[in-house]
């Protein structure tokens, strides 16, 4: 019978097939709906997370799975990967039962960004370390003929199990933190937006990564629970409002449910020919379009309906719509990179509706601290700071702040603008 030469090559091939395999195992049992709820959906909200947490986590077992093995030496090495092996099934079974449950005791105890953290290491490690002590145990028979007396067995040294420890908990913890923020502040958009369903499918993540990073000034849970009511609500209304309705009110209202329940295209349909005749419905058509992207679609939805309201008797609902939809244009505009369109429609509405000089004013000076033009910023809002100090004051002094920091002396100086902080 033929023996397959020892080979410090092939041990490393091994290696790295084996902790690949490794990943790729922990990856599908805590992602995979192989039970009642999967670890991702209990503890890690985003797929990302679980990767980056499943990565980290590998230096750490690896160098205790060598530790291991040399701590117990056994030329077995087969059977005892084989053995390793059974574990791994064993603990991948554990983990797949217990996630829900230990989900459900730390949403009852109220658990936060720690406690989970820890737990979502814990469970890498209970499912990536099986896996990778059998992959050391087999891989170990190479080296084991490779050692000799002037050539002794490779130790991992302290400070690897200190770094790779580090890299195992730290990294993950601040890629979490990160993730949260940014999607916390993504939710925010889609629910200024009123994109409900959206925004509660980032919501429900943040509660189930434990995050404290508010969604509109609400923490992630109480969000939770108030955009399921709303959710319900809307869903409860939208069954109640008949879908081959002729009454136009009815018909926005439908549109309106089905649009913050992110079904879009159904939102339009439901509209599109009332939009030609309804300032109320176009801008809500153009609303909707504007979620999908469709900027040129919205645009041109938005000035249909600013039309319409120009010739519309004057009333406040008039004047609130036709800033909507100057608004609208101005947002599309700069969304495309058409920037001197999207001041064009602001100073549009400076001319149009001198009672909404302070709304337009401050939106200018947003739109020019945008475009890199602080001088032009900072006049259009100390302006609206002027004309409306109640509504304007605050914010503009947040944004003069900004634009001090971001800007040379030599050109704005920076008393020039904290000045109006008495406002």
């Given amino acids: 019978m033929k023996h397959e030469r020892p080979s410090p090559q092939r041990a490393i091939f091994e290696r790295f097939c084996g902790y690949g395999a490794a990943v790729v195992i922990a990856c599908v049992v805590l992602g995979a709906p192989l039970g009642e709820s999967t670890a991702l959906e209990c503890f890690f909200g985003w797929p990302r997370l679980l990767v980056v947490h499943v990565l980290f986590v590998l230096p750490f077992c690896a160098g205790l799975a060598t530790l291991m093995r040399q ?4 030329k077995k090495h087969l059977a005892l990967a084989m053995v390793w092996g059974l574990v791994g099934l064993m603990a991948a079974s554990v983990s ?12 009852a105890e109220n658990a936060g960004f720690a406690a989970r953290w820890l737990a979502r290491t814990i469970l890498c490690v209970a499912v990536e370390l ?3 002590a059998a992959v050391e145990v087999f891989a170990a028979r190479h080296d084991a003929a490779q050692t000799t007396a002037t050539s002794p067995p490779w130790r991992v040294p302290r400070w690897g199990f200190v770094v790779a420890f580090v890299a195992a908990t730290a990294v993950p913890a601040a890629y979490g933190l990160d993730v ?3 999607e916390a502040a993504r939710a925010t958009g889609l629910l200024e937006r009123q994109q409900l369903v959206n925004s509660q499918q980032i919501v429900t993540a943040l509660a189930t990564a434990g995050s404290a990073a508010p969604v509109s000034g609400m923490p992630p849970r109480e969000a939770t629970k108030k955009l399921t009511a709303m959710i319900a609500a809307i869903e409860r209304r939208l069954q109640e409002t008949a879908e081959d309705s002729r009454d136009p009110q009815q018909k926005i209202e439908r549109a309106a449910a089905l649009a913050m329940l992110d079904r879009p295209d159904e939102a339009c349909r439901c509209i599109a020919s009332l939009a030609l005749e309804r300032p109320d419905a176009a801008l809500l058509l153009a609303a909707v379009l504007q979620q999908q992207q469709r900027y040129d679609e919205s645009s041109r939805s938005y000035q249909a309906a600013a039309q319409m309201l120009r010739e519309a008797p004057q009333s406040p609902q008039a004047v609130a719509g036709l800033v909507r939809a100057l608004n609208g244009v101005a947002f ?3 969304e495309t990179g058409a920037y001197a369109e999207a001041e064009a429609a602001y100073q549009q509405g400076l001319a149009e509706l001198p009672s909404e000089a302070a709304h337009f004013h401050f939106q200018l000076g947003r739109h020019h601290k945008l475009g890199g033009r602080p001088a032009a910023a900072a006049t259009h809002l100390q302006e609206a700071a002027r004309l409306a100090p109640q509504t304007y004051a605050r914010q503009a002094e947040i944004l003069l702040g900004q634009i001090a920091l971001d800007t040379p002396g030599c050109i704005l100086g920076h008393n020039d603008y904290m000045r109006h902080s008495a406002w």
């Fill in 96 to 107: 797949i039962a217990l996630a829900p449950r230990l989900a459900a005791a730390f949403d």
């Fill in 332 to 334: 599309n505009a700069r």
């Fill in 180 to 182: 949260s923020r940014r």
């Fill in 71 to 74: 701590r117990l030496p056994n």
């Fill in 130 to 132: 099986p896996w990778c």
